[in-house]
Each structure stands twice: as C-alpha cells, then as structure tokens.
C-alpha cells in the first residue's frame, strides 16, 4: 500500500513571507493611527482618506487646515520615525551580528558620541542650520577613529573593535561634556539636551527625505549580506572556509552600518535601545537565521519607534518628551524580560 505524501514544511522563505506581510499591515496600520492622534480632531478613517487623496484617490474629507496638519506636520514625523526605527534595528542585528556580541547596538563604534559632538558644537556655534551636516560628520569622524584604532596592528577582529569603539566613544563624550560646560549658555542648553536625548520634533519632508533616502540606498544593501552574518555566527574559521572574505566583509558591513546609522542620528539625534532591543525581540520568536532576522528586525524596529514618538508628543499634550526617553523607558524594561525568558529557554 502506497504511503501517503508527507505533509511539506513551511520554508524559512514562506514564513518570513507570512511575517513580513503582517508586520506590513501592522505598520501601515500604525502610520495612520499615529498620523490621525493629537489635539486636532482627526479620526484614523479620515486621516487614511486625505493620505490616498494626495495619492490622487478621491477627495480628503478634511479641511484644507486639518489636511495640512496631516500631510505637512504628522506624515513627515511619523515616516521619519518608521525610517529611523527600521534603520537601528536593522544596524543592531548586523552588529550584533558582525561582532558576536548580544550587547552590540548600533552606537558600538562611537557614532553616537562622535555625532553628538558634532551637533553640540554647531548649536553652541549658533549654527543650528548646519546640524544634520555636523553631527553625519562626527559619526564618520568616531568611525574613522575607531576603524583605526581597532586596525592598528593590521587586521580588524571583533573584540578589538569593541574595545575601539567604547575607547573612542569614552573620549567623544568627554569632549562634548567639555564643550557642554565651556561654551553652552541660555536656551542652547535646552537645545543641546533635547538632541542629545533624541527628537522627532520639527521634522520636515526634506528631513524626512534623508531618512527614507539612506534606509533604501543603504539598509536595502545590509538585508544583502545575511548569509555572509549566518557564516559569521561560527567564528571567523568557520566563515572563512565557508567561502566568505572575512576581513573585507566585517569592513563593508561595519562601513555600512555606521554610514546609515549615522545618517539616521544626524535626523533624529541619539534615540537608544531600538537597536539594542528590537533584534533580540525578533531572533526569540523566528530564530537566528539572519534572512528572516533582518528585514523582521526592520519592520519591528520601525512600528517601536511610531510608537514610541506618539507616545512622546501625545502622552503630556501639550509639553513633548525627547523619544529617546519613551524607548529608554520601554526598551529597559523589556530588554530585562528578554534575558529572563532567553535564560529560561537555554
């Protein structure tokens, strides 16, 4: 008697597919929720109406007032944010990744501290205009640095990166602490603390351009590599007799993080725990497979932070939390019961 055909198992592909299209749905859906939430009575059905009538679909219910705050006020914040979490979560699970460190985030090699010292000096300058510039360029500048610290004696290893890095970040955040305390006076102090924290606040569409702009020109590359990261989990022997360029791959993929995640930083300053925290979320619940780790990574990364900057401007209307400080508050917590249940599951 024949046996019966054995029932196929799903591919990794197919359920990344099922997660990916209800992470979609999750986030468009979020979009429009947080797009429709603030002090202007706007519902979610209406606010979906006026984004597909600038789409050329229909007329916007709202008023010409009502759909300028949508389309000119929230949409380039909201998109900003989802750019932004998608980007340091992908950048953590790389580095993390790269490294071989569950500690690793997207501000290891010091650009965070490097971009920090970057915008501190051209606000206490009065150069505000010119922040985005200044702080891309302190994080290339602590990249820079570290890449050659870490590379000092003619090849590049994760625990000497590390180590680099933290060396490097220690130093950039001393001198902003001395810029800070020599040359900030009056509001620039206020100015300094909510960029520093990281803020979504004044977002514009061409802020919002940059973001969008880096996370497909940069992270769509970064999905790339997940294969090379697979082979990079068994050490650099195992990933080398796998056929991969260790050296010229961990440059690449360090060059590659550090110039989106500078990027996003020089838009929003320094936000904390997404790359941290997002990427161990998503490796518990589909595994360590980087091909479903990494554009899960994003996806989840980007509905954290939609939600995070809501909950920053709406939750004390009509003062606005730094988003920096909602992540914090959300990300610890929840980084300590990822531990417990990883320490329980092993």
């Not at 606000?123 to 922040?131: E, K, T, W």
């Not at 930083?265 to 360590?288: E, K, M, T, W, Y």
Request: aromatic content about 6%.
């Amino acid at each position: 008697m024949p046996r019966p055909p054995a029932p196929r198992r799903r591919g990794s592909a197919g359920r990344t597919a099922v997660w990916a299209t209800g992470l979609l749905i999750v986030l468009a859906g979020s979009i429009v929720v947080a797009v429709a939430m603030g002090p202007a009575e706007i519902t979610p059905w209406d606010a979906w109406r006026s984004i597909l009538a600038r789409a050329g679909v229909g007329e916007s219910p709202l008023s010409p007032l009502r759909d300028g705050i949508v389309w000119e006020l929230r949409m380039p914040r909201v998109l900003t944010a989802a750019a932004v979490g998608a980007g340091l979560a992908l950048c953590g699970g790389i580095m993390q990744a790269v490294l071989r460190n569950p500690l690793a985030d997207p501000y290891l090699l010091g650009l965070s501290s490097g971009a920090s010292l970057g915008a501190v000096v051209v606000i206490v300058l009065g150069a505000a205009l010119a922040l985005p510039v200044a702080a891309f360029a302190g994080a290339a500048v602590a990249l820079l640095a570290t890449l050659l610290l870490a590379g000092a004696d003619g090849r590049v290893t994760a625990s000497r990166t590390i180590l680099a890095g933290i060396a490097v970040s220690a130093v950039l955040g001393a001198l902003t602490s001395l810029v800070i305390f020599w040359s900030a006076t009056g509001d620039s102090y206020r100015e300094i603390l909510g960029w520093l924290l990281g803020s979504l606040a004044g977002v514009t569409w061409p802020t919002a351009s940059v973001a969008l702009v880096a996370i497909v020109l940069v992270g769509g590359p970064l999905l790339a590599s997940a294969g090379a990261l697979d082979a990079f989990a068994f050490g650099d022997r195992a990933a080398a007799s796998l056929g991969v360029s260790v050296a010229r791959t961990r440059w690449v993929l360090l060059g590659g993080t550090a110039l989106l995640t500078g990027a996003l930083v020089a838009v929003s300053g320094s936000i904390g725990f997404v790359g941290l925290v997002v990427p161990h979320a998503v490796r518990l619940v589909v595994g360590a497979r980087h091909r479903m780790l990494l554009p899960l990574s994003a996806l989840g990364g980007a509905i954290f932070l939609v939600w995070a900057d809501t909950l920053a401007r709406t939750l004390f209307d009509p003062k606005e939390l730094p988003v920096g400080v909602v992540t914090a508050l959300i990300g610890a917590p929840l980084f300590g019961a990822l531990l417990l249940r990883a320490r329980r599951i092993s």
